[in-house]
């Protein structure tokens, strides 16, 4: 199994800046994509931030130039810098990790307990 502690999260004034970790133990092979996804109060939850083994990167359009997402594979962490956060990026962060337990296993997918971000006008 694959455990993924979520930490950072917090109250921040409008213009303000946080930063996200998860970090993922376990009896873990190989980490494929490091996901971040936020869910907002009646809104779906959506894809933020995705970062894979070789270093691509995507980010959600409303994110773009303010979030950084990087990983330290030594540590099996991610982490998102959140800069110029606005109250519409208040949600609960949720980390996501997609696994494989050993050379012959397929990847599974895993998935933190969620960080509260609030983000007050």
């Known amino acids: 199994q694959v455990q993924l502690v979520e930490s950072g999260g917090g109250l921040v004034q409008a213009g303000g800046s946080l930063r996200l970790s998860c970090a993922a133990s376990?009896?873990?092979?190989?980490?494929?994509?490091m996901t971040w996804y936020r869910q907002a109060p009646g809104k779906q939850r959506e894809l933020v931030a995705l970062i894979t083994s070789s270093g691509r990167l995507n980010y959600a359009d409303s994110v773009k130039g303010r979030f950084t997402i990087s990983r330290d594979n030594a540590k099996n962490t991610v982490y998102l810098q959140m800069n110029s956060l606005n109250p519409e990026d208040t949600a609960v962060y949720y980390c996501?990790?997609?696994?494989?337990?050993?050379?012959?296993?397929?990847?599974?997918?895993?998935w933190g307990q969620g960080t509260q971000v609030t983000v007050s006008s």
């Open positions: 376990g009896s873990i092979f190989s980490i494929n994509a």
């Open positions: 996501n990790v997609i696994a494989t337990m050993s050379s012959r296993g397929l990847p599974s997918a895993y």
